[in-house]
Antibody, heavy 116, light 107 residues
Framework: QVQLQESGPGLVKPSETLSLTCTVSGDSISSYYWNWIRQPPGKGLEWIGHVYHTGSTNYNPSFKSRVAILVDTSRNQFSLKLSPVTAADTAVYYC??????????WGQGTLVTVSS | DIQMTQSPSSLSASVGDTVTLACRASQDISNFLAWFQQKPGKAPKSLIYAASNLQSGVPSRFSASGSGTDFALSISSLQPEDSAIYYCQQYSSYPITFGQGTRLEIK
């Protein structure tokens, strides 16, 4: 059974870098697309971007050049970096597996608060 | 970006009822549409992909239809556990976008 688990700091200071890792278990990361999605408190879902096992990426332009999603096939992990952050980046961040458009498996989500 | 508009924003229904949730895309997305269910404090759960394909393990009370710009999710024989927010998502083109959600309350 595939499981995804997000990890990383729950508190980040404004202007610094948000760094999260998603660890994939029960499946190889060497297939499919691996996504980051976020949800500000009380609001809807926003797609951040995804990475293929080759390292190929697609990002939401709304994040401009602030975002990077990397894959580490040796550790079966992929990561998110967002910099610089502001209070508007406070959200629950989810990682998800994309199988031909079906986001069949999600992590439980991790709340990241941007505050000094 | 393709805008996804869901209606209604919220609705209330009784156990045993059938409800239909709508989702409209701002341009033709063929059948590149998914539906998700989200309960408070939980990650979204995939219900439907490719507009009408039921995700494995999802009860057959859930069904979906549509193509192009207009889509619908129907839930029959409503159960208390169906109380949730339902989101549609298009994956026809980047950036992938979600609707704003429909909140379903079970009376």
């Amino acid at each position: 059974q595939v499981q995804l688990q997000e990890s990383g700091p729950g508190l980040v200071k404004p202007s610094e870098t948000l760094s999260l890792t998603c660890t994939v278990s029960g499946d190889s990361i060497s297939s499919y697309y691996w996504n980051w999605i976020r949800q500000p408190p009380g609001k809807g879902l926003e797609w951040i971007g995804h990475v293929y096992h080759t390292g190929s990426t697609n990002y939401n332009p709304s994040f401009k050049s602030r975002v990077a999603i990397l894959v580490d096939t040796s550790r079966n992990q992929f990561s998110l970096k967002l910099s610089p952050v502001t209070a508007a980046d406070t959200a629950v961040y989810y990682c998800a597996k994309d199988v031909g458009g079906a986001y069949s498996t999600w992590g439980q989500g991790t709340l990241v608060t941007v505050s000094s | 970006d393709i805008q996804m508009t869901q209606s209604p924003s919220s609705l209330s229904a009784s156990v045993g009822d059938t409800v239909t949730l709508a989702c409209r895309a701002s341009q033709d997305i063929s059948n590149f549409l998914a539906w998700f269910q989200q309960k408070p404090g939980k990650a979204p759960k995939s219900l439907i992909y490719a507009a009408s394909n039921l995700q494995s393990g999802v009860p057959s009370r859930f069904s979906a239809s549509g193509s192009g710009t207009d889509f619908a999710l129907s839930i029959s024989s409503l159960q208390p556990e169906d109380s949730a927010i339902y989101y549609c998502q298009q994956y026809s083109s980047y950036p992938i976008t979600f609707g704003q959600g429909t909140r379903l309350e079970i009376k």
